[in-house]
Every structure is written in structure tokens, then in C-alpha cells.
């Protein structure tokens, strides 16, 4: 079958986006989600989608909402999941989809960072079950990292690959399956870093980012990292690094600076101060930004 039948469990911030674009790519999308508030604003959250990206609405029609897992997993080859991020919940849900899926099913998973080996605990054939860890907005971002378990489950991963690459996103193989696989392990270094400097009255927080985004950031959307240093000589990144490499932070536990704030309720844009103090409109504008920047990017590369 072409465009094989798809569930996608949870229809939140992540699982109304994956479901968009399974359905834009021609695949029929049951989404089952418990809370009938959750389906409800369904339609109208894939209806601004189609608006964003000046699509049209036929991606609608191939979506449906069920209260009930059964009935969203009937005869579909492919199961994403995107529940809450708590393990005992993941591992209730796959054991559920082995009894209710045929053998040949992939089972998915959206998590963030728990390992795919604890959610595939209570599943008897674990080849059937993946990470694939898709980036928020997923309909906009096209990174999707698939994790193995060894070679347990690389069929089922190059299967879901092939399907993910088909439906517009740009898959990539973790060859192990390592707390945070590799884009938040790469991002979370990068904040490590930032935090200790601001906690080390090196900058402020606000400088960080200026120096994030209008410095080497500005070129990382074309240029990778090690891409850079093969372009620049790895003798150079080798003397860089010489100095450097004994001068970073290494704390190996969430930096005290970040744990104070935390305690403190000061939780970001939510609260009005993070690393950063934010009034409404100054955060509704960062969202604004990066909604226009993601757009635009998604719409160049519709037309590459
Ligand atoms: N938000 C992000 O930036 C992001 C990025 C990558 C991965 N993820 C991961 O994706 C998953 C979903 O995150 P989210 O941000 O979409 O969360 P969310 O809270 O927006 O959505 C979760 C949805 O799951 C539903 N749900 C609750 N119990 C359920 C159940 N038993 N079965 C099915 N659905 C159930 C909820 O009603 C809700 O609609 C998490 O594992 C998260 O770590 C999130």
C-alpha cells in the first residue's frame, strides 16, 4: 500500500503536527486521544496549520479522532505515539498496542528522552518498537531522529525511515539508544555551557543569545558543526580545542544556577522572568519570529 494507514496517540502539541503531516503526504491518520477537549480542537488546530503553510484543507478529511485505542489502531501498519512524558504511561501504551496491533505493526515513540528500551519493557517482540523523536513544531521541522536498540529493531527503524522520508521529513539513524539521542544531548551541551557562564558573571543571559544567534548561529542552519571544522582545518579546531577543552564547564549535574532559578518560580516567559525577564508582548513577539522563520523555511524547501 502506498500510503499505509497511520495512529497517532495523543493529539497535543506534538501529535496534531505529526498527524498533519502523515495526512498531507496521503496517509489516513486515526489520532486517539482520551480527553475529549484534546479532540475536539483537533480540526481547528490542523485547519491553522493548513492556514500557516497556505496549504489546502484535503488533509483534513484524512484525519479522524477516537476516543477509543482500539478502534485507532485497527489494520494500521504504523503507530506513533505522543503521550505525556512518563514511563509507566509509555509502557501501559505499547503493551496495550502489541495486543491490539498485528505483528508487522511499528510502534513509535515521540519521547524526549526516556530510553526506548524502558518503554519497550513490557512489549514481548521489541523489533516492532522505535524511537522516532520529532522536533516541536513537527509539521515545520523537518528533523526526525529514529533510535535503535541495537540491531533488535532495525527493520522496523528502516521501515519507519523510509516512511517518515516519504511524508517530507529529513530521518536520521541513533545507532544507540542513549539518553537524549543526539539533537538534545548536541543542545543541551551548547546550554551547559551558557548557563555556567551567566552563572559565572562572564555575561548576561541576553548576551549569550545575541552571541548564539548573530554569531555562529547565524550560519548553523547551512553549516554544521564538524562540517565547519573540516571547512576552517581540524589543525586549527585541534589548537582551539587545545586551550579550550581544559576551561569548559563540566558540571555534571544540573548547574546550582539553574536549579535557584527553578525553586525560585522563575520558569520563563510563563512567569514573566528566566534567564531573561519577559513582558507578554516581548514573548509573544519571540514567538511571532520564530513562527514567521519556521514558515518561511518550510515553504523554501516545499519549493526546492
Ligand atoms: N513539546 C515538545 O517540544 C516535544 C518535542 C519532542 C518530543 N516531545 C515528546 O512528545 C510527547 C508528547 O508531548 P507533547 O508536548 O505533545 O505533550 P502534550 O501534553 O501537548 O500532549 C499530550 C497529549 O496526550 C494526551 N494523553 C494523555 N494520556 C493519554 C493516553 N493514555 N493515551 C493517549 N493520549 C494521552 C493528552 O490528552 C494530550 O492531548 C512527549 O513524550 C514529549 O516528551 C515533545
Redesign the pocket.
Known amino acids: 500500500m502506498a500510503h499505509p494507514a497511520i495512529a497517532v ?8 503536527g505529526i498527524a498533519y503531516r502523515l495526512a498531507a503526504a496521503g496517509h489516513e491518520v486515526r489520532v ?4 475529549p ?2 479532540r475536539q480542537a483537533l480540526a481547528a488546530k490542523i485547519g491553522d496549520i493548513c492556514d500557516l503553510l497556505g496549504t489546502s484543507r484535503a488533509a483534513l478529511e484524512r484525519i479522524s479522532g477516537h476516543d477509543d ?1 482500539a478502534s485507532a489502531v485497527a489494520g494500521v501498519e504504523v503507530v506513533i ?5 512518563r514511563l509507566e ?2 509502557q ?2 505499547f503493551a496495550e498496542l502489541e495486543r491490539l496491533t498485528a505483528t508487522g505493526t511499528i510502534l513509535a ?6 530510553p526506548i528500551a524502558r518503554i519497550a519493557e513490557k512489549v514481548g517482540d521489541r523489533s516492532r518498537v522505535v524511537g522516532t ?6 509539521h515545520l521541522v523537518p528533523l526526525v531522529e529514529v533510535v535503535l536498540m541495537g540491531e533488535a529493531n532495525r527493520a522496523s527503524a528502516e521501515k519507519a525511515s523510509a516512511l517518515l522520508l516519504r511524508a517530507g521529513w529529513h530521518p536520521v539513524t541513533v545507532n544507540r539508544d542513549i539518553p537524549g539521542f543526539i539533537g538534545n544531548r548536541l543542545q543541551h551541551a551548547l546550554k551547559r555551557e551558557a548557563i555556567a557562564l551567566v552563572a559565572a558573571g562572564v555575561c548576561d543571559a541576553e548576551t549569550i543569545d545575541d552571541v548564539v544567534k548573530l554569531g555562529f548561529g547565524a550560519r548553523l542552519a547551512v553549516l554544521g558543526p564538524l562540517e565547519q571544522s573540516d571547512l576552517v582545518g581540524l589543525n586549527l579546531t585541534k589548537s582551539i580545542h587545545d586551550t579550550l577543552m581544559p576551561d569548559l564547564d563540566v558540571t555534571a549535574v544540573t548547574h546550582p544556577y539553574l536549579q535557584d532559578l527553578v525553586a525560585r518560580g522563575d520558569l520563563g516567559m510563563k512567569t514573566g522572568q528566566g534567564f531573561r525577564s519577559w513582558m507578554p508582548d516581548q514573548a509573544e513577539a519571540v514567538r511571532q519570529r520564530l513562527r514567521e522563520f519556521l514558515v518561511s523555511q518550510a515553504r523554501s524547501r516545499r519549493q526546492d
Open positions: 496517540i495523543g493529539a497535543g502539541l506534538m501529535g496534531h486517539h486521544d482520551p480527553d477537549g484534546a485505542l505515539e505522543a503521550a505525556p512524558e504511561l509509555k501501559s501504551i515513540s515521540n519521547t524526549s528522552a526516556l523523536h520529532f522536533w516541536n513544531p513537527p
